[in-house]
């Protein structure tokens, strides 16, 4: 018996080492469990980091791509022409695209948050609660995206499945890995127009159109989904003596001047280059051989144009009559404006253009920009409304999702030229530089000719919102430029555009003698100089913030 409690002594070291064996087999899980499962866990992080990354970027291209801007309501803001499907689906396919994937099957989510712009409805100070989660429920995917939102915040979140967790004494099946990022719109200044850009020959007085622009009160419309621009209407921004003026914002593009006899060198006027395409065919349209516009429910909008009816045949250089509109919008003129161009004295565009100065031949002021005449009376509004319908309509018209979502029709991006100096002084506006009258009969001893250019003065119309002139305005000077997007079907009242987009409250309905559409916003690759804000016709760019951030 003397041998048993050694033999028991054996037992017992054999149980304490197989109790140890398995606790180091534990902790040897463990750690192999939080150096596989753990390092999966991370490995997935990142994924879920990238995938979260590349929808926010994806997210917030499309957004500035498909935005236009807009300050009524206030505070100014961009809006949108794109659905809220459009933006989940392609924030979705960036996630999905990116997410990686898993050892067995995980359950994968992705929450799209809206980031509203500070002081808008959604987001007042502090600023603490900006963002709302984009449901079904909160924005149906068939309405187009709110206004105010200025950005993005996308987090996905994945259930990772573990290997050998799954042994541990408390198994763990899964792991919750989420990653989260956020991106944002900012405001900045657009670029200035290309030459190559094709322009209208109809304009607005600077001052008034931004005045409309950034203040409702003062008749703008929104620029946005739910309240397209109205660029141009028969209605004149400037009024003259009296408040009459004959001048409704459209001019000539013609070569030769409306009133040669002056002291100027030539008789062309004050563009930068012009269109000379006339006459009967070779060359064939649209380089030559142009039919006379003609506005036709049914056939091509133009006449036959042929050596045997020269009559049919539009001339671009201009022929003095309204009629010309229609041709120079149509047949899309070939022309340049410039805004800072400088022209020699013997033009009678320097500053100032008075008497004192012999109409400008002793001024020392310089005045940059194109000049162009305004013989036309009436408000032109046919002309413009079906000529525009018909060149959207045609091959130089584009196929947007407008198009057929709100049977907009095709659309065409023109560069609007303006005239006047910027409204820096509201309600105490005077500008002297940008418009001149026609001296028809000048006999005093400082005229260089009997007919000379003087310079006409605009002014506030005493709180009128809109603006008086001391004359006829019968020649105007270009200082910036607008692009503008018109569609089709929405310049007159029976093509059957739908007039209350769904998301919208209204109608936005449609007149005549108006040109509809809206002021562009450009998506620029980074700032670019200026101090421009929100607002319309400004550009945007794109930035990633901390998903945190307010």
Request: net charge neutral; aromatic share 10%; proline share 9%.
């Amino acid at each position: 018996m003397i041998g048993a409690p050694k033999a028991l002594a054996r037992k017992s070291g054999q149980a304490t080492m197989i109790v140890a064996m398995l606790v180091a087999f534990g902790v040897l899980l463990g750690f192999v469990a939080l150096a596989f499962d753990g390092g999966s866990a991370l490995l997935q992080r990142r994924t879920q980091q990238n995938a979260a990354e590349s929808g926010a970027l994806a997210g917030i291209q499309l957004m500035g791509q498909n935005m236009t801007q807009s300050c009524n309501p206030a505070p100014c803001h961009p809006t949108y022409i794109i659905r809220n499907s459009d933006l989940k689906n392609i924030v979705l396919d960036f996630v999905a695209r990116n997410q990686g994937g898993t050892v067995g099957s995980a359950p994968v989510s992705t929450t799209i948050e809206y980031h509203f712009l500070h002081d808008a409805p959604e987001c007042q100070s502090p600023y603490s609660n900006c963002y709302r989660t984009l449901t079904d429920a909160n924005y149906p995917p068939a309405n187009f995206m709110p206004p105010f939102v200025d950005g993005l915040r996308v987090t996905t979140r994945i259930n990772n499945p573990t290997t050998f967790a799954k042994a541990l004494p408390n198994p763990l099946a899964n792991i919750t890995v989420s990653a989260s990022a956020a991106t944002r719109l900012y405001p900045t200044c657009p670029p200035p127009p290309a030459t190559t850009n094709k322009t209208l020959p109809f304009t607005r007085f600077r001052a008034a159109l931004e005045r409309e622009m950034n203040d409702g009160s003062h008749g703008g419309n929104g620029n946005s989904i739910c309240d397209p621009y109205i660029f141009w209407q028969s209605q004149p921004d400037v009024g003259g003596p009296g408040g009459n003026q004959s001048f409704k914002n459209t001019f000539a593009f013609d070569v030769n001047t409306e009133w040669p006899i002056t002291a100027t060198t030539g008789i062309t006027q004050l563009l930068s280059a012009f269109d000379y395409r006339y006459g009967t065919p070779p060359p064939s349209p649209p380089d030559g051989g142009l039919g006379l516009y003609s506005h036709s429910n049914s056939g091509p909008p133009y006449k036959n144009c042929s050596p045997a009816t020269p009559q049919n045949c539009a001339d671009l250089r201009g022929t003095h009559d309204p009629t010309d509109i229609g041709n120079w919008i149509y047949w899309q003129w070939r022309g340049t404006i410039l805004t800072n161009t400088v022209y020699p004295v013997d033009t009678m565009t320097r500053y100032p253009a008075a008497r004192q100065t012999k109409y400008g031949f002793t001024a020392t002021g310089i005045r940059t920009g194109d000049w162009a005449q305004a013989p036309y009376t009436g408000d032109q509004g046919q002309n413009i409304q079906e000529a525009l319908h018909d060149v959207a309509a045609s091959n130089a018209g584009v196929v947007t999702p407008l198009t057929t979502q709100l049977n907009w029709g095709k659309a065409i991006t023109r560069t609007v030229y303006v005239w006047g100096e910027p409204d820096t002084t509201p309600g105490n506006y005077s500008d002297d530089k940008s418009s001149q009258m026609l001296n028809t009969n000048c006999n005093n001893p400082d005229c260089p000719a009997p007919m000379a250019w003087e310079d006409l003065q605009i002014r506030d119309n005493n709180g009128q919102n809109r603006f008086v002139a001391n004359g006829n305005i019968q020649r105007i000077r270009f200082t910036h430029a607008y692009i503008f997007v018109f569609y089709e079907n929405l310049q007159g009242t029976g093509y059957g555009a739908n007039t209350q987009p769904p998301g919208c409250a209204n109608s936005f309905g449609i007149q005549g003698s108006a040109a509809y559409g809206y002021l562009a916003s450009t998506f620029e690759p980074g700032p670019n100089p200026g101090g421009c804000g929100w607002g319309p016709g400004n550009g945007t760019y794109s930035g990633q913030v901390d998903p945190n951030s307010p």
